[in-house]
């Protein structure tokens, strides 16, 4: 039973570009979630995706986008990279729109901007 | 909105040694709380939970937590470390009608030899 599985491990980009970021929940789960980890920070929310739309957002400029598709994979579009938009990404999921259901994460996507 | 504040950024411990990580929140509404840990290079995987009932929890890995409602706190014990026990520990808190699940800065656990 594959866990949340995102890709790439590893992503370089330079400053003014733009990035997706892909993610594949836990079999079984229908809701996603993005979160951004700073360096020596805990993670924070982005967004969630339950149904294909966006539920509910955190505190992130516009420039943060995402989508999820029928199969209920998902992904985080970022436009007009920044250097302070380098972090690690994690994807989380979990069944169900539940409030006390406990995410389950992948490893993350590294993103470094230049 | 909730807040979570992890009042230690590094515990270090002899192994065998009892370990106590301690974790406050802020919420004016019914809480539901977690402890994740984070390997190196990793995902964060899920310890314990606190969703109801009983205050005390039991998680993977020999961990348990504390809930106190009148301090706000739900601190992460564990009696007996090990070397793998070395990682970074997350404390997070989800209100009842919130899906922003908050986490703490982290505390790093070192387990020396």
């Known amino acids: 039973d594959a866990g949340v599985t995102q890709s790439p491990t590893h992503l370089i980009k330079t400053r003014g570009q733009q990035v997706t970021l892909r993610c594949s929940p836990k079999s079984g789960h229908d809701t996603v979630s993005w979160y951004q980890q700073a360096l020596g920070q805990g993670p924070q929310f982005i967004f969630q995706y339950y149904e294909e739309e966006e539920r509910q957002r955190g505190n992130f400029p516009d420039r943060f986008s995402g989508h999820q598709f029928p199969n209920y994979s998902s992904e985080l579009n970022v436009n007009a990279l920044l250097l302070g938009d380098s972090a690690l990404y994690l994807c989380a999921s979990a069944p169900g729109a539940l409030y006390n259901s406990p995410l389950h994460f992948g490893n993350g996507t590294r993103l470094t901007v230049t | 909105a909730q807040s979570v504040t992890q009042l230690d950024s590094q515990v270090p411990v002899f192994e065998e040694a009892p370990v106590e990580l301690r974790c406050n929140y802020s919420?004016?509404?019914?809480?539901?709380l977690f402890w994740y840990v984070q390997y190196p290079n990793q995902g964060l995987q899920l310890l314990l939970k606190?969703?109801?009932?009983?205050?005390l929890v039991k998680g993977i890995n020999g961990f348990e937590a504390e809930f106190n409602k009148s301090q706000t706190s739900f601190h992460l014990r564990k009696p007996s470390v090990h070397i793998s026990d070395t990682a970074e520990y997350f404390c997070a808190v989800r209100e009842y009608n919130n899906n922003d699940m908050r986490f703490g800065a982290g505390t790093r656990l070192t387990v020396k030899p």
């Open positions: 919420s004016s509404v019914s809480v539901y």
């Open positions: 606190y969703l109801s009932g009983s205050t």
